[in-house]
C-alpha cells in the first residue's frame, strides 16, 4: 500500500487552510530546501551503509546553492508554464538572508529551485519533483552519488 507523506502529516497534524500558490516564496523555499534535503540523504543512503560524515559530504556538496543552481538551468526548458512562473517568484524574492558560500546569483536561482520543490510538495506533485531532481542531477553529472566505504 502506497503512502503519501504529505497526506499522512496532514492527517495526524491537520491540514493548512492554505493552499500552495497563497503562500510566499520564501515560505515555499522554506519547505522546499527540507524536501529536497531528505531527496538527497535518501538517495544516498540508497548506496548502502557507511559513515556520516561521508553522507554528509555528499549531501552538503548538491544541497548548496552552486549544485541547486545547475540542476534547475538544466531542466528550464522542461518545466511546465506554471511551474516556470513558480520558480522565477522564489528566483525575484527578495531575501532577509544572503548566500553564504555562494554568488548572489546562483542563491537568487537555489531559492527559486527550492520554491518549484516547495510548491509541487504542497501540490501533492512529489513525482513531478523526483522526475525534475533526477533528469537534473543526470544532466549536471551529479548522479550517481557514491559513498565510498
Do not use: C, W
Not at 532577509?96 to 529551485?113: E, M, Q, V
Amino acid at each position: 500500500m502506497d503512502i503519501n507523506f504529505l497526506d499522512e502529516v496532514q492527517q495526524y497534524f491537520g491540514k493548512s487552510k492554505a493552499e500552495p500558490g497563497q503562500y510566499s516564496a520564501l515560505v515555499l523555499a522554506y519547505i522546499g530546501d527540507g524536501v529536497f534535503d531528505l531527496i538527497i540523504r535518501t538517495i544516498i543512503l540508497g548506496n548502502g551503509n557507511g559513515k556520516v560524515k561521508d553522507f554528509h559530504r555528499i549531501a552538503s556538496g548538491i544541497v548548496k546553492a552552486p549544485a541547486q543552481a545547475e540542476i534547475i538551468k538544466s531542466v528550464l526548458e522542461e518545466l511546465t508554464e506554471e511551474e516556470m512562473s513558480v520558480y522565477k517568484h522564489g528566483r525575484n524574492a527578495k531575501s532577509a538572508t544572503s548566500a553564504k558560500n555562494s554568488s548572489i546569483i546562483d542563491y537568487r536561482i537555489a531559492t527559486g529551485f527550492e520554491a518549484l520543490v516547495g510548491y509541487l510538495y504542497l501540490s501533492h506533485k512529489l513525482n513531478r519533483v523526483l522526475e525534475l531532481v533526477k533528469l537534473g542531477m543526470e544532466r549536471t553529472g551529479l548522479m550517481p552519488l557514491k559513498v565510498q566505504n
